[in-house]
């Protein structure tokens, strides 16, 4: 079972909302990606979270298998693509959904985000965060408290997940929705949602989104580039992005351990930006 407390009274019978970073949180090649889903409404529900239960897997959805992609949508699981892996991305799609959702609301977020260790303290203070250190420890360095708060989440699910017999991959709830906050667009339907990320003239939009992307869309115009060399193109940006932040995951990593002392003042959520 994944490693979550219990639902209170007050958690009970209120709405709750999995964010699943899919981009930095995978499916493995060893898990049916059918199963998730309904295993984490299982989960939750004996845990006795029993309000309306909105699961949604955010990412370069692009960049993940289509038959990942179909098999949980056919789950009842919504998906929602972002242009970047940048925080802003993510950050910006969990602030839509607080305007939307006024507390109290259970959320749960499942990621390796770094600036989540910080925005979990601040959504803490009106929403119910599952999984997390509430309140937040100020002595630990965001990269760790976000790795404690969202990654272990994801570690125990697979766990759970592994060592249960397979059960029957149901449990579909609600109508999916499939969302590219890119082009702010939301689709109707799984194929016209795989077909609208894949194409030619979504890949020349997400180059904009990059340092250097406009000049480089401007170069596949005027070379009349077909959609898979535009998205190699984009590849080439989103891999300089991942190496970026592998070396900002190292620097503070670096810096926690020469500095044993958390400085309370500092704003990590400004630097992170």
Known sequence: MMDLKAATKRQAD??????????????PSDVDARRVGPFIRRALKSLGYNGNLTITAIGILSQVPIDVLRALSSTGINLHHVPTMYNKSIMTSVYMWKSDNSPPANVMLISLQRIFGQFIADLSEKYYVLGSKVPYDRQLEPTVFARRAGCFLWESLLASLRA???????????????????????????????????SKEHALEELDYYPGGVEAGNESRARKEDAAAILVRLQ??????????????????????????????????????
């Open 236 to 273: 080439g940006f989103r891999e300089a992005r991942r190496l970026e932040e592998e070396e900002e995951e190292a620097k503070y990593k670096k810096e926690r351990l020469e500095d044993p002392y958390y400085d309370e003042e500092y704003d990590y959520e400004a630097e992170a930006e």
């Open 14 to 27: 209120i709405a709750t909302w999995v964010l699943w970073d899919l981009s930095r949180c995978p499916v």
């Open 164 to 198: 249960e017999a397979k059960k029957e991959c149901s449990g579909t709830t609600g109508k999916t929705t499939f969302y590219c906050s890119g082009c702010c667009l939301g689709l109707l339907g799984f194929e016209s949602f795989t077909k609208h990320i894949l």
